[in-house]
């Protein structure tokens, strides 16, 4: 099975950096991913690693370590619109490829 | 390009009762997932088809089944509902399905409540 451990929630100022932690374990692994959630909206991709190292996207980073089984979202220079919950997902090889989710984090951006 | 798409949006259902919910997947895109997400929890995943095949299934009971039509748009069906199963249902298409699947794109989803 898998097991994905992420913060409940966080709080941050406009403007700093948030950094979202992420731990799996899982037999298969075949990419992470992390998405975007604003309420009552549908997930919206941000984010997708494979190798280990950092991917950098704008003003959002993701991070992976498969040998730590870790992985973090970085959010810099945090606006208002961020305010969301942040996913992490793990696709396993051995499940079909399928995604397994963690809870997510609620970040709530305050002015 | 049309993204994915979902319908109802919203619907109202009785314990026992059953229903079906619709999605269209994006344009190009053959493989589509479905997932159900309580609140204030990730998604779950039910099932995923490709090329009108089951291609892998969570941990989901038999009254949870699907379709995929050749138009690749998807169905997901369950039967004597419980109010467990008040959720939002989500469904994701992606364009190629097995090793090569990368982006899920994700519709509106249906929020079910079972009452």
């Known amino acids: 099975g898998q097991n994905i451990d992420q913060p409940t929630e966080m709080t941050a100022t406009e403007g700093a950096i948030v950094q979202i932690n992420c731990t799996y374990q899982?037999?298969?692994?075949?990419?992470l991913f992390w998405y975007q959630q604003h309420a009552g909206e549908a997930p919206t991709f941000l984010s997708y690693?494979?190798?280990?190292g950092l991917e950098e996207k704008g003003r959002f980073s993701s991070f992976l370590s498969r040998s730590k089984g870790y992985s973090y979202l970085l959010l810099k220079e945090l606006q208002m619109k961020d305010s969301a919950s942040y996913l992490c997902?793990?696709?396993?090889?051995?499940?079909?490829?399928?995604?397994?989710f963690g809870g997510g984090t609620r970040v709530l951006v305050k002015p | 390009e049309t993204g994915v798409t979902q319908s109802p949006t919203h619907l109202i259902k009785t314990r026992g009762q059953q229903v079906t919910l619709r999605c269209s997947s994006q344009?190009?895109?053959?493989?589509v997932s479905w997932y159900q997400q309580a609140l204030g929890q990730g998604p779950q995943f039910i099932f995923q088809?490709?090329?009108?095949?089951?291609?892998g299934r969570g941990n989901f009971p038999p009254r949870f089944s699907g379709l995929q039509f050749p138009n690749y748009s998807s169905e997901l069906n369950v039967n004597a509902l419980e109010l467990d199963d008040s959720a939002l249902y989500l469904c994701?298409?992606?364009?190629?399905?097995?090793?090569?699947?990368?982006?899920?794109?994700f519709g509106p989803g249906t929020r079910l409540t079972v009452t």
């Open positions: 994701a298409s992606s364009p190629v399905g097995g090793e090569n699947s990368y982006e899920q794109y």
């Open positions: 690693n494979v190798l280990d």
């Open positions: 997902a793990v696709r396993d090889r051995t499940a079909g490829n399928k995604l397994t």
């Open positions: 899982t037999s298969g692994f075949n990419g």
């Open positions: 344009s190009g895109h053959n493989t």
């Open positions: 088809y490709y090329r009108e095949e089951e291609n």
